[in-house]
């Protein structure tokens, strides 16, 4: 019995990458980004002929978990649902504090070119306790960001 390859080799960060981040400016309202953050991102998947004429199945998933706040090309700060949970604990009124106030800064970085191997990547999220981490091309410019 032959072994498949691609269940037993590792996925490569480019891969991984979302090249498509939810990006805002840092005076964004924070119950702007939060709507932006919660958009539908679509996903169907057909089930055969359960109980209902119709086939498909519409999952309706959130656009991102994160938003990524930049100005001019440079990434300034991130912000996550995680900094809903914990500005929601504390009583913040969206509607008056821009995204700039309360992002997480600096911002942990990893360079596209540092390794191939998304355990790198992972080992990252297990030091510095995170769950989104921005990858950037040789000048630093925003490639996109993995998730675990």
């Known amino acids: 019995m032959q072994l498949n390859d691609r269940l037993i080799c590792a996925p490569t960060l480019e891969e991984a990458i979302d090249h498509q981040p939810l990006i805002v400016a840092p005076d964004t309202l924070l119950i702007d980004v939060i709507a932006l953050m919660s958009q539908e991102g679509g996903k169907s998947c057909s089930l055969p002929n ?44 969206f509607q008056e504090v821009t995204v700039a106030e309360v992002m997480a800064q600096p911002v942990i970085t990893f360079p596209q070119t540092a390794c191939r191997d998304i355990f790198a990547a992972l080992f990252i999220f297990r030091r510095y306790r995170i769950r989104h981490l921005p990858i950037v091309d040789d000048h630093g410019q925003l490639v996109g960001f993995v998730s675990p």
């Open 50 to 93: 359960l109980y209902s004429p119709s086939d498909q199945l519409s999952i309706r998933e959130p656009r991102s978990s994160c938003v990524l706040v930049m100005h001019s090309d440079k990434l300034l700060g991130i912000f996550t649902e995680r900094d809903i949970v914990r500005l929601t604990a504390n009583g913040i009124n």
